[in-house]
């Protein structure tokens, strides 16, 4: 039954008990409790100034909220889980606070802090950046729990994910991967499953481009599809500036990314993706319409 299904390929998203259509793509907005994170880290470490951001981002439209307290950058600094789980806590607690009805998504890769956080604050999501290879019991955790998940695609760790950048066939090789993912999370019973090609982690700049071009391929897992390109080295690089600097380079590489078949944006700026988006749907209708 659909109530049963939170997520479908078939234009349709379930998020506590409201059935979404993702005809038009949803954004979800990024906020970073870490103090070194590659964009904002340490601006939101303060519960003042994390509940202005959480507050702007859903004014701004954002259909969901992302929280990290493990940062993945390349070369991040590896840090316990108590730690993880008290950055998330803090800022869990006045959230749910705040604003009670916010749907709730964890950056995690540790199944303990994936369940704690469903728990204790009813998360409504969580995002791994592994997939499930660096905790091996997430994905039985996550059948117990029964909250969507995110499958990321992320070589090795994110200590050692740059030096892992070779593939015999780019796309091809992610895919298999991500089926994978997707064979044993649904043979546990989870059928709540988002995909992330996972840019900028264990690829080259080049890569990454590839990766974007060739995006529309993802289509063959038939589950919706995350991208998380906001502000990433990929774009300031290629442009010589920094990452503070690289919004429209983003919002350049968002239509591109919807184009192909992005269903999710994982984004810094909602209101500048609320209005690629619009902006992408209007284009698209109007085409299917002429």
Known sequence: MLKDTLFSKKQLINLRGAIVPIAQPLVMGIVNLTPDSFYDGGRYTQPELMLRKVSQLLAEGADIIDLGGYSSRPGAVHITPEEEFQRLASGLQLIRRDFPDAILSVDTFRADIARRVVQEFQVDIINDISGGTLDY?????IASLQVPYIAMHMPGSPQTMQYQTGYKQLVPDIIHYLSGRINQL????????IIDPGFGFGKTREQNFELLQQLEAF??????LLVGISRKSMIYSTLNITPDEALNGTTALHMAALERGANILRVHDVKEAIQTVKLFTLLRDSVQNA
């Open 219 to 224: 289509r063959i897992l038939d589950f919706p």
């Open 186 to 193: 649904k043979s546990l019973g989870i059928n709540d499953i």
């Open 137 to 141: 019991s997430m994905a039985e955790t």
